[in-house]
C-alpha cells in the first residue's frame, strides 16, 4: 500500500522560501516516478517537479523556472521540494505523487497522490 503524506506548507512573505516535504511508504524510488504538483482555487493542477531514478524534471513555465528544486533523501523515504523566491502567485495546494512505468509530468498519470499542503505566499 502506497502512502504520501506531505508538509511544510504553511505562510511565507513574498520573496521567502519553503521547504516541503512528503514522506513515502510502500514506494522504492528506483521504481517510481515521484512528482510535487500545484493547484490554486478554480485552476488545474498543474505539474511542478518531478524525479526517478534517471531523471529529474522541474517545470520551466515562465512563473516558475529556476526557482523550484526536487530532491530525493532515499534513506528517509523522502521527496522534498524546495521553493525560493517565492511569489503569491505560488499560492495553491501542493501535492505529492507517485506512479509507476513510464515517465510523466501529466497529473492524470500518477496513481498514489498525498492529501496537500497548503502554501500562503503574502504580498
Known amino acids: 500500500q502506497v502512502t504520501l503524506v506531505e508538509s511544510g506548507g504553511g505562510l511565507v512573505q513574498a520573496g521567502g522560501s519553503l521547504r516541503l516535504s512528503c514522506a513515502a511508504s510502500?514506494?522504492?524510488?528506483?521504481?517510481?516516478?515521484m512528482g510535487w504538483f500545484r493547484q490554486a482555487p478554480g485552476k488545474e493542477r498543474e505539474f511542478v517537479a518531478a524525479?526517478?531514478?534517471?531523471?529529474?524534471?522541474?517545470s520551466d513555465t515562465p512563473s516558475m523556472k529556476g526557482r523550484f528544486t526536487i530532491s530525493v533523501d532515499s534513506a528517509k523515504n523522502t521527496v522534498y521540494l524546495q521553493m525560493n523566491s517565492l511569489r503569491p502567485e505560488d499560492t495553491a495546494t501542493y501535492y505529492c505523487?507517485?506512479?509507476?512505468?513510464?515517465?510523466?509530468?501529466?497529473?492524470?498519470?500518477?496513481?498514489?497522490w498525498g492529501q496537500g499542503t497548503q502554501v500562503t505566499v503574502a504580498s
Open positions: 505523487a507517485a506512479k509507476d512505468g513510464y515517465y510523466n509530468t501529466d497529473p492524470r498519470s500518477y496513481n498514489y
Open positions: 524525479v526517478s531514478r534517471i531523471s529529474t524534471t522541474v
Open positions: 510502500g514506494v522504492t524510488f528506483s521504481d517510481y516516478i
